[in-house]
C-alpha cells in the first residue's frame, strides 16, 4: 500500500461520517449526501495520487463535495429559485437549535421518533457512524441483507413521510435520546472489539467519538441517568485500552490484563459517575447498571463476583435478553465454577453469536473436556472477524487438552 494509499484508508475512516452529516443536514436528503460524499472520495482517489494529499484532507472532502452537490442541484432545474438554492447552500446560516456539534445533531435528526426504534438505530449508525453494513448486521445479529434491506425502508419511509431534516430543539431531544444512547453504545462497541477482520481489533477512532459525542449529551441532559450511566461505562471500558492487546496483537481478557497499565484518570472519573447515580436514589437503567458492573471490575487489584453477579441479576430485570444472561454466567462461573455456569448457557438461542461459543469453549477446556471445547472454540473462530480475538480462541483452542 503507498503512502496516499494509507492516508485514504485513514481518512476515509476519520472523515467518511462527518463529510456525509454535513451534506445531509445541508441537503436534507441522506441517499444524496452519501452519494456525493462516495463521489468525493472517489475524486481524492483520481487525484491526490497526482496532486499530493492535501494539508486538510477533511475540508477537501467537505467542499468537493459541496461543490459536486451544488452541480447536481442546477443540473436538475433550470428554474431560478432553484438556482438560488444552490447558491446559497453552503452561505445560509441555520436557524439555532438545541444541539451545535454538525454529527451529534443528525445523530438526534436521524433517531426521529416515526421510524421503529431498530430502523433508526440502523440507519444512523450506517449514515452517521459511518458503519457498514456487514458491521451493522453483525451488531444487531442478524444478516447483512435483512440489515441491508431495513435501512432502505428507512429511507424510504423518510422521503415517503417528508420528515424533516430540521435543527432538533429542546422539545425534540427527550422523545429521541433512547435511540441516540443506543447508537453511541454501538459505536462504541464497533470500536472497542472492531468487527473487521483487515485492520486493528481495536477502533480509536471510533471509541473517542463515541466518547466525545456522549460527553455533549451529558451536557445536554445533566440530569438523566441513563446518559451518565453510558458515559461512565464507556470511560470505565475506555480505561483498560492499553491492557487489551498483546504485544503480539492478541486480546488479552480481563483477568490477566496488567492493571497497572488502566488509566487512572478514566477510572477516576467513570467511578464518580457512579457513584453520583447510586446517590441520586432513583430507579438504574441499563447503562447505570452496566456502568456498575465496570466499576466493580476496576475497583482495587480484583473483582468481586460476588458484587457482579449480584448486578447482572439486577440488569437481567431489566434486560433479559440471551446476551446479558449469557455475561452473566460468564460472572457466575468465576463465582461458583463451569459446571453450574454451562447449565446457565445450554439452550441460549445464540447460535451465530461467537462469543457465545467462546464462552462455551471455554466452560469445557475448565471441566476438561478436551474434545468439546476445541470443537467450540473451531465455532467460536469461524465466526469471529477480529484478528485479534481469532488469535486469542486459536491459542486458547490449542492449549485445550483432555479427550
Known amino acids: 500500500m503507498t503512502d496516499v494509499d494509507a492516508e485514504l484508508a485513514r481518512v476515509h475512516r476519520a472523515e467518511w461520517a462527518r463529510v456525509v452529516a454535513t451534506l445531509a443536514r445541508r441537503l436534507g436528503d441522506l441517499d444524496v449526501a452519501e452519494e456525493m460524499a462516495a463521489d468525493a472520495f472517489a475524486t481524492a482517489v483520481e487525484r491526490w495520487p497526482i ?93 447483512e441483507t435483512a440489515m441491508g434491506q431495513r435501512i432502505t425502508r428507512a429511507k424510504a419511509k423518510i422521503k415517503a413521510a417528508r420528515i424533516p431534516y430540521g435543527v432538533p430543539f429542546h422539545e425534540d431531544v427527550p422523545a429521541r435520546v433512547a435511540g441516540v444512547l443506543t447508537v453511541l453504545y454501538l459505536i462504541f462497541n464497533e470500536g472497542y472489539l472492531a468487527s473487521t477482520s483487515d485492520g486493528d481489533p481495536v477502533r480509536d477512532d471510533l471509541t473517542a467519538e463515541a466518547i466525545r459525542l456522549t460527553r455533549l449529551v451529558h451536557v445536554l441532559l ?16 475506555q480505561a483498560r485500552r492499553a491492557a487489551r492487546v498483546s504485544a503480539d496483537g492478541d486480546l488479552v481478557p480481563l483477568g490477566d490484563q496488567d492493571r497497572a497499565a488502566w488509566d487512572r484518570g478514566l477510572i477516576a472519573e467513570g467511578h464518580a459517575l457512579v457513584r453520583a447515580r447510586l446517590a441520586s436514589g432513583q430507579m438504574p437503567g441499563r447503562y447505570q447498571v452496566l456502568a456498575a458492573i465496570n466499576a466493580v471490575h476496576t475497583d482495587g487489584p480484583h473483582t468481586d463476583w460476588s458484587q457482579v453477579v449480584a448486578l447482572y441479576d439486577q440488569l437481567t430485570r431489566i434486560d ?35 462469543t457465545y461459543h467462546a464462552t462455551r469453549a471455554d466452560f469445557l477446556r475448565r471441566l476438561g473436556r478436551g474434545a468439546e471445547a476445541r470443537a467450540a472454540y473451531d465455532r467460536a473462530i469461524a465466526l469471529t472477524t477480529n484478528i485479534g480475538e481469532k488469535t486469542y480462541l486459536t491459542h486458547r483452542r490449542d492449549e485445550a487438552t483432555g479427550p
Open 320 to 354: 433479559p435478553s440471551p446476551i446479558v444472561r449469557l455475561n452473566r454466567a460468564i460472572a457466575v462461573a468465576e463465582l461458583d465454577g463451569p459446571q453450574v455456569a454451562m447449565a446457565e448457557i445450554d439452550g441460549l438461542p445464540l447460535e451465530t453469536y461467537h
Open 222 to 237: 445533566p440530569a438523566d441517568g441513563e446518559v451518565a450511566g453510558l458515559l461512565a461505562l464507556m470511560l470505565l471500558t
Open 51 to 143: 496532486d499530493g494529499v492535501p494539508p486538510n484532507p477533511g475540508a477537501w472532502l467537505t467542499t468537493t463535495a459541496h461543490r459536486r452537490a451544488i452541480d447536481r442541484l442546477r443540473r436538475e432545474s433550470k428554474r431560478e429559485d432553484r438556482h438560488r438554492e444552490a447558491l446559497m447552500l453552503v452561505d445560509t446560516p441555520e436557524p439555532p437549535g438545541a444541539i451545535d456539534d454538525d454529527r451529534l445533531r443528525l445523530v438526534f435528526t436521524c433517531c426521529h421518533p416515526a421510524l421503529a426504534m431498530e430502523a433508526r438505530i440502523a440507519l444512523t449508525l450506517r449514515m452517521v457512524g459511518g458503519l457498514t453494513v456487514p458491521e451493522i448486521a453483525r451488531a444487531f445479529l442478524v444478516q
